[in-house]
């Protein structure tokens, strides 16, 4: 269904609206339930409670402890707060963190960040579905490694990562392993038991809830240097009065999107699996990703000879509101680091297109997108691939 302005909205990995009952239980935390948590009084008292059901029932979710969630304030100061605080926090046992080279920048630029703090980091290819191997990780373990961080499921090519068997084998050799868990947070079940896991990362605006809200999984023994100085709260790992109103949010939407999430992806993975199968017509059209490993919302394409950037420009003329990871810096299309990754050579690795599906979508708005993208290819390759317009 397109949204009231009439775009049809084929970004829900960018982020995704706030949901009616989400708005609904944030709002008092706005305005008479203002109180600070830390308050002794019963205003504050009343914003502690409402902090203290939001882990509880993040915690039931994820089946951990209540003790072992710590809000931040995104995905990527999850991402941060992990990796930064487990890495330092173990710097006495070693200095070297495995990671794959199709990670969000979140934790890519943050291990780069410690190399420069004397850390090493081994990023491991992926497979041309974009899949890391159990046994690369294995095989990349040395004595000095402190931290092992993979993400369940790739933001642009929708791929799924092994995670239980990767979580297996750190356990197995004692090494703390974190994931970055943001893109599976409404679509793919979160039990940290089953993950095996150390550590995960969500984001609450990913999964209909608010924007600036993030939830990090800590397991209980897991060893962290606190990332954010100041007071007391989340128990030393996390300075910062608590953002009530959008932990609220968080937890309501986490509660909504994991109870509805087998019925949704049902009904996602049907809509995705016609578009996929529309947009495969297109002469020199292929699936990046996963052919069945892929995240329910995810129809991620390459073009041969087309810059993603200008498909965009025309799409968003046609009202549709698509991304690419063939991102235009300076006056060039660079191909994404997923895109290299998974080996898709310079003919193809400049359109890539990302279309990702989400509560609002209907067979309506595929069909639109399924419409007008054959026109488009063909016109944008009859003009030599050059973009429409310069920005
Ligand atoms: C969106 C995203 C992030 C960053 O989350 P923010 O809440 O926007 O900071 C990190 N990792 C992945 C895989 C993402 O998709």
Redesign the pocket.
Known sequence: MPLPDGTHYFDH?ATTPVDPRVLAAMLPYFSTEFGNPGGVYRLGQRAAAAVDESREEIAAILRCRPTEIIFTS???EA?NLAIKGIAQANRARGNHIITSSIE?H?VLHTCQALEQQGFQVTYLPVDAQGRVAVADVAAAITPATVLVTI?LAN?EIGSIQPIAEIGALCRARHIPFHT?A??GGGLLPLDVTQLQVDALSL?A??FYGPRGV?VLYLRTGTRIAPQTHGGSQERNRRAGTENVAGIVGASTALTLAQNERVTEVVRLSALRDQLIANVERIPAARLTGHPTDRLANNASFAFQGIEGEALLLHLDLAGIAASSGSACTSAVVDPSHVLVAIGLDDHWNRGHLRLTLGRDTTAEDVTAVSAQLPMMVESLRQLGSTPIASH
């Open positions: 990995a995104g995905g990527s991402d969000h979140a993400m933001n970055d943001v893109q984001s605006h990913k993030g």
